[in-house]
């Protein structure tokens, strides 16, 4: 897991050479007026969902899991909180003839991000994460998911 800023995020280049897409994309100014939905850069190996959303309360011991692609949470307006475990997930359970996402009990976090405006959250596949919950502003956030096949 890696948690960073808009502007610092190039500096992980050398260890995702695939995020300078999403650098580049970032630098657009066309993101903020994209409507939800999915939008790709290279195909299946690197493409992106827009999301506006209310944060959720739920608090449920559920966290997600993905096994081929590496999740980058850009959040553009809005805060959230994050949960991420150091647990490991068991790869075994996604099912391939769904999407590349799966879900593990854990019985505690490790950590808490608050994902504010600017503020980007990379999990790399096997990482158990529990995104989008309420941080308390309830507000309406507008967050890219940017999916890079590992």
Request: aromatic share 12%.
């Amino acid at each position: 897991m890696i948690f960073t800023t808009i502007d610092q995020l190039s500096n992980y280049i050398p260890q995702i050479p695939l995020l300078d897409l999403v650098c580049n994309e970032l630098k657009q100014n066309k993101l903020l007026s994209l409507k939800d939905g999915r939008y790709e850069l290279l195909g299946d190996r690197v493409f992106y969902m827009m999301n506006l959303y209310t944060a959720s309360e739920n608090n449920d011991k559920m966290y997600e899991f993905h096994k081929k692609y590496i999740d980058v949470q850009v959040m553009l307006s809005g805060s959230e909180l994050c949960l991420w475990s150091n647990n490991n997930a068991d790869l075994n359970t996604i099912d391939p003839s769904i999407k590349d996402i799966s879900f593990q009990y854990v019985e505690k976090e490790s950590a808490s991000l608050n994902l504010d405006t600017g503020n980007v959250a990379i999990f790399f596949p096997g990482e158990l994460h529990k995104p989008g919950l309420d941080s308390g502003y309830r507000k309406e956030n507008r967050k890219i998911v940017f999916k890079i096949k590992y």
